[in-house]
C-alpha cells in the first residue's frame, strides 16, 4: 500500500495499541531491521565507516538505534547531532541516552552546531552517510541551519542511504526543486511506500526505494485508495488457462492497427497478443501492408482495410465473434482515420482499448472522450496524456489529474513510465512495481497493447487486465535484463521474447520484484 503521512501515524498508533509495543521499541525495531538490511548491502564490508546525521526528533532517534547498532558490530561511527534549535523528542532523548551510555571505542559523537562543524569529520572514500535528520513529519522547507547542513552533506559525493525519507523531502506532496534535499542513493523506508517516492522528479533525491518490514499493522477494516502492485496483488488476479480450453473459448481480438509508415508497430501488438494467451487475433491493417503480414506473423487473421495507406474504417458486422477491440499503434493522425475512429467509438457499447495515434486523435477532439464505452482502457504516456487531460505544473498535479481525469469520464487510464500508474473508474490508484529504463524504447507501448487485447478477450475486467497486463509486460522487460540485454540494447522485440517466462512465472506465483 501507499499511505499518507496522516494514515502512517494511525498505523503506528493502531500497531502500539494493539500489539501492544512502545514508541521507543517500536522505533528500536525500525533501527534494527534499518541497519541489518543496510549491512546485508552488496557491496559494502567491515571497512566502511560510518558517518549517521541525527535531527532532534523521531527520524533522529531511528538514527541513534542505527550508529549505536553498527558500533556494537564494530565499525568506526560519527554521530552528528544536529538539533539546531528544535524540540528534543521523548523517544530522541531515551536513545541518545542509550548511546551515551557506551563505552565504544569506534564510536564518536559530535554536537553540530554549524555546518562548518562538519569538515572536522574525516571522510573516506569507504564513508557511508545515514541521514536520520528528518522524516516523513517534515510540512515546510528546510532553511538556515538545515539547508546549509544538507547542501553541506550532499557536496561530500558520499552514498548516502535515508532513514524512511530524505531529508527536505514532503512525503505527500510536490517539492520544489529549489528546497534543499538530501540526494540520497538509496532510501530505507519503514512499512509502507511513499507517495513522493514513486514521482519522477524525485528520482534524484530518493535514489532506490525500499520497503522494510516493522510490522506495523492497520485496522482489518483499512481500505487504501493507493496500492502498490506486487506478486501478491497478481497472484489473486491471475487465472490459469482451463486444460480444455480451444482457440474459441480464449477469446477473439480485433486490432486495428499500422499505416504505410508504421507497420511494425501492428506486429508488434500483434504478436504480443498472440504470446499472452488469445484464441484468435484479426488484423485490420491498410491494404498496401497485407502481403507483409503472413511472413512476420502467419497466426493472425488479415483484415485489409479499404484504403491502401491508413484506417478508413471497418464493419464489424463482418466479425460476430471478437469481443474485445484494440486501436491505435501505429495509425497516425490522417483525417480518414480520425473520421473512421469516430464512427468506431460511436458503433461501439462495451469497453476498448485505445493507444498511441489513437489518444494523439481523442487530444485533437476532446468531445468524444465522452462518448467512449464506459472501462475503456486508454494507455498514454505523459505527452499523450498532457494532450487529453492538459498541463500539469509537477508529478503530484498530475497524478490528481490522472485521477480525476479517469473518474470523470469512468475510464481505466495508464499513465506509461516508470512505476506505471492505473487509474480506475472508482477513484482507485495501482501502481506498478515491475519495469526498467531499458523498456524506455521505440514499439514497447505497442506490445503492451498487444498483451492488454488479449487479457480482455479473455475474458479479465478492464481493470484487472490493466493490472495484470502492466505488470506482466514490465516483469518481461525484467527478465530480458537479467538474461541477456542491458538497459542500452533492450528492444520492444526482446519483452515479447520474454513474455513466455513472465507469464509463467506469474502464473507459478514465485517470482518477487521488490523496488
Same mark, same amino acid.
Given at each position: 500500500?501507499? !499511505?499518507?503521512?496522516?494514515?502512517?501515524?494511525?498505523?503506528?498508533?493502531?500497531?502500539?495499541?494493539?500489539?501492544?509495543?512502545?514508541?521507543?521499541?517500536?522505533?528500536?525495531?525500525?533501527?534494527?531491521?534499518?541497519?541489518?538490511?543496510?549491512?546485508?548491502?552488496?557491496?559494502?564490508?567491515?571497512?566502511?565507516?560510518?558517518?549517521?546525521?541525527?535531527?532532534?526528533?523521531?527520524?533522529?532517534?531511528?538514527?541513534?538505534?542505527?550508529?549505536?547498532?553498527?558500533?556494537?558490530?564494530?565499525?568506526?561511527?560519527?554521530?552528528?547531532?544536529?538539533?539546531?534549535?528544535?524540540?528534543?523528542?521523548?523517544?530522541?532523548?531515551?536513545?541518545?541516552?542509550?548511546?551515551?551510555?557506551?563505552?565504544?571505542?569506534?564510536?564518536?559523537?559530535?554536537?553540530?552546531?554549524?555546518?562548518?562543524?562538519?569538515?572536522?569529520?574525516?571522510?573516506?572514500?569507504?564513508?557511508?552517510?545515514?541521514?536520520?535528520?528528518?522524516?516523513?513529519?517534515?510540512?515546510?522547507?528546510?532553511?538556515?541551519?538545515?539547508?546549509?547542513?544538507?547542501?553541506?552533506?550532499?557536496?561530500?559525493?558520499?552514498?548516502?542511504?535515508?532513514?524512511?525519507?530524505?531529508?527536505?523531502?514532503?512525503?505527500?506532496?510536490?517539492?520544489?526543486?529549489?528546497?534543499?534535499? +538530501?540526494?540520497?542513493?538509496?532510501?530505507?523506508?519503514?512499512?509502507?511506500?511513499?507517495?513522493?517516492?514513486?514521482?519522477?522528479?524525485?528520482?534524484?533525491?530518493?535514489?532506490?526505494?525500499?520497503?522494510?518490514?516493522?510490522?506495523?499493522?492497520?485496522?482489518?477494516?483499512?481500505?487504501?485508495?493507493?496500492?502498490?502492485?506486487?506478486?501478491?496483488? +497478481?497472484?489473486?488476479?491471475?487465472?490459469?488457462?482451463?486444460?480444455?480450453?480451444?482457440?474459441?473459448?480464449?477469446?477473439?481480438?480485433?486490432?486495428?492497427?499500422?499505416?504505410?509508415?508504421?507497420?511494425?508497430?501492428?506486429?508488434?501488438?500483434?504478436?504480443?497478443?498472440?504470446?499472452?494467451?488469445?484464441?484468435?487475433?484479426?488484423?485490420?491493417?491498410?491494404?498496401?501492408?497485407?502481403?507483409?503480414?503472413?511472413?512476420?506473423?502467419?497466426?493472425?487473421?488479415?483484415?485489409?482495410?479499404?484504403?491502401?495507406?491508413?484506417?478508413?474504417?471497418?464493419?464489424?458486422?463482418?466479425?460476430?465473434?471478437?469481443?474485445?477491440?484494440?486501436?491505435?499503434?501505429? +495509425?497516425?493522425?490522417?483525417?480518414?482515420?480520425?473520421?473512421?475512429?469516430?464512427?468506431?467509438?460511436? @458503433?461501439?457499447?462495451?469497453?476498448?482499448?485505445?493507444?498511441?495515434?489513437?489518444?494523439?486523435?481523442?487530444?485533437?477532439?476532446?468531445?468524444?472522450?465522452?462518448?467512449?464505452?464506459?472501462?475503456?482502457?486508454?494507455?498514454?504516456?505523459?505527452?499523450?496524456? @498532457?494532450?487529453?487531460?492538459?498541463?500539469?505544473?509537477?508529478?503530484?498535479?498530475?497524478?490528481?489529474?490522472?485521477?480525476?481525469?479517469?473518474?470523470?469520464?469512468?475510464?481505466?487510464?495508464?499513465?506509461?513510465?516508470?512505476?506505471?500508474?492505473?487509474?480506475?473508474?472508482?477513484?482507485? !490508484?495501482?501502481?506498478?512495481?515491475?519495469?526498467?529504463?531499458?523498456?524506455?524504447?521505440?514499439?514497447?507501448?505497442?506490445?503492451?497493447?498487444?498483451?492488454?487485447?488479449? !487479457?480482455?478477450?479473455?475474458?479479465?475486467?478492464?481493470?484487472?487486465?490493466?493490472?495484470?497486463?502492466?505488470?506482466?509486460?514490465? !516483469?518481461?522487460?525484467?527478465?530480458?535484463?537479467?538474461?541477456?540485454?542491458?538497459?542500452?540494447?533492450?528492444?520492444?522485440?526482446?519483452?515479447?521474447?520474454?513474455?513466455?517466462?513472465?507469464?509463467?512465472?506469474?502464473?507459478?506465483?514465485?517470482?518477487?520484484?521488490?523496488?
Amino acid at each position: 500500500m501507499i !499511505l499518507s503521512v496522516s494514515e502512517i501515524r494511525a498505523a503506528e498508533a493502531f500497531t502500539m495499541a494493539n500489539e501492544p509495543i512502545s514508541s521507543v521499541d517500536l522505533m528500536e525495531r525500525a533501527g534494527t531491521v534499518f541497519t541489518e538490511n543496510l549491512l546485508q548491502y552488496n557491496g559494502l564490508s567491515t571497512e566502511n565507516q560510518y558517518v549517521v546525521l541525527c535531527g532532534s526528533g523521531n527520524n533522529g532517534g531511528d538514527g541513534l538505534v542505527i550508529a549505536r547498532l553498527l558500533a556494537e558490530t564494530g565499525h568506526i561511527v560519527t554521530v552528528c547531532l544536529c538539533y539546531g534549535s528544535g524540540k528534543i523528542s521523548y523517544e530522541n532523548q531515551i536513545n541518545r541516552t542509550r548511546l551515551s551510555e557506551f563505552t565504544l571505542e569506534k564510536l564518536s559523537i559530535i554536537k553540530v552546531k554549524s555546518e562548518k562543524e562538519l569538515d572536522s569529520i574525516l571522510l573516506t572514500p569507504s564513508t557511508i552517510v545515514i541521514d536520520a535528520l528528518f522524516g516523513i513529519g517534515l510540512s515546510k522547507p528546510l532553511t538556515g541551519y538545515y539547508a546549509n547542513i544538507v547542501m553541506k552533506v550532499n557536496s561530500w559525493l558520499l552514498p548516502i542511504f535515508a532513514v524512511d525519507t530524505p531529508s527536505g523531502l514532503f512525503a505527500d506532496q510536490h517539492t520544489s526543486k529549489q528546497h534543499p534535499c +538530501i540526494q540520497a542513493f538509496k532510501t530505507y523506508t519503514f512499512q509502507y511506500m511513499k507517495q513522493a517516492f514513486l514521482m519522477p522528479e524525485n528520482e534524484i533525491r530518493v535514489g532506490t526505494a525500499i520497503v522494510l518490514d516493522i510490522g506495523m499493522d492497520l485496522p482489518s477494516d483499512f481500505v487504501s485508495d493507493k496500492i502498490l502492485v506486487n506478486s501478491t496483488i +497478481i497472484s489473486k488476479i491471475i487465472q490459469a488457462i482451463s486444460k480444455f480450453a480451444h482457440k474459441g473459448s480464449n477469446g477473439h481480438g480485433l486490432l486495428i492497427a499500422g499505416n504505410r509508415n508504421m507497420p511494425g508497430a501492428a506486429l508488434l501488438a500483434a504478436k504480443s497478443a498472440l504470446r499472452s494467451g488469445i484464441g484468435k487475433v484479426t488484423l485490420h491493417i491498410p491494404d498496401s501492408l497485407a502481403t507483409f503480414v503472413p511472413f512476420a506473423i502467419p497466426e493472425v487473421i488479415l483484415s485489409r482495410d479499404k484504403n491502401n495507406f491508413c484506417f478508413s474504417g471497418i464493419d464489424l458486422e463482418h466479425f460476430p465473434s471478437i469481443n474485445a477491440i484494440a486501436i491505435g499503434p501505429g +495509425i497516425g493522425k490522417n483525417p480518414i482515420t480520425s473520421a473512421a475512429l469516430s464512427n468506431l467509438i460511436d @458503433e461501439l457499447h462495451s469497453p476498448m482499448i485505445l493507444d498511441a495515434d489513437a489518444l494523439n486523435i481523442l487530444g485533437d477532439n476532446k468531445t468524444w472522450i465522452s462518448f467512449l464505452p464506459e472501462n475503456s482502457i486508454l494507455t498514454p504516456h505523459f505527452k499523450e496524456f @498532457e494532450r487529453l487531460a492538459g498541463k500539469s505544473a509537477n508529478d503530484f498535479e498530475r497524478m490528481d489529474r490522472l485521477c480525476k481525469f479517469a473518474q470523470q469520464h469512468q475510464l481505466v487510464v495508464i499513465l506509461k513510465g516508470a512505476n506505471s500508474m492505473i487509474a480506475m473508474p472508482d477513484g482507485k !490508484l495501482f501502481v506498478n512495481t515491475t519495469g526498467n529504463p531499458g523498456m524506455a524504447t521505440a514499439g514497447s507501448g505497442d506490445v503492451l497493447t498487444g498483451i492488454l487485447l488479449a !487479457l480482455l478477450a479473455r475474458g479479465y475486467a478492464p481493470e484487472m487486465a490493466a493490472i495484470l497486463g502492466v505488470y506482466i509486460h514490465g !516483469l518481461a522487460g525484467d527478465i530480458a535484463i537479467g538474461q541477456q540485454q542491458s538497459t542500452e540494447s533492450l528492444i520492444a522485440s526482446d519483452i515479447i521474447e520474454n513474455l513466455g517466462e513472465s507469464w509463467a512465472t506469474s502464473g507459478n506465483r514465485t517470482h518477487e520484484f521488490q523496488k
